[in-house]
């Protein structure tokens, strides 16, 4: 099992910036795919953005795609998303995840709230 603890949430005026963090502990050495997600109020959790840790390929949401950077620091086991001009619409609870087989997700971290203002 892996633990996930995510970090770097915060409020934000609209075209604002934010870089959420995801430290990863624990059977490191399984992942495969570490992926962001988010969960507005009322609505379903959706994907943002995923890395395929071992082959390098990153994967966004269409609504995400040329303003979220998702990387990863392979000796810190952490995993980042880069937000930039963000929109109110990018608000809710932001979780961090983590698979063994793309693109299915066994570990989940707490989730840390993004707030964007118009």
């Known amino acids: 099992q892996v633990q996930l603890v995510e970090s770097g949430g915060g409020l934000v005026q609209a075209g604002g910036s934010l870089r959420l963090s995801c430290a990863a502990s624990g059977r490191t050495s399984n992942i495969y795919v570490m992926g962001w997600f988010r969960q507005a109020p009322g609505k379903e959790r959706e994907f943002v953005a995923a890395s395929r840790w071992t082959i390098g390929v990153t994967v966004y949401a269409d609504s995400v795609k040329g303003r979220f950077t998702i990387s990863r620091d392979g000796a810190k086991n952490t995993v980042y998303l880069q937000m930039n001009s963000l929109k109110p619409a990018d608000t809710g609870v932001y979780y961090c995840?983590?698979?063994?087989?793309?693109?299915?997700?066994?570990?989940w971290g707490q989730g840390t709230q993004v707030t964007v203002s118009s």
């Open positions: 995840a983590a698979g063994r087989i793309y693109p299915k997700y066994d570990d």
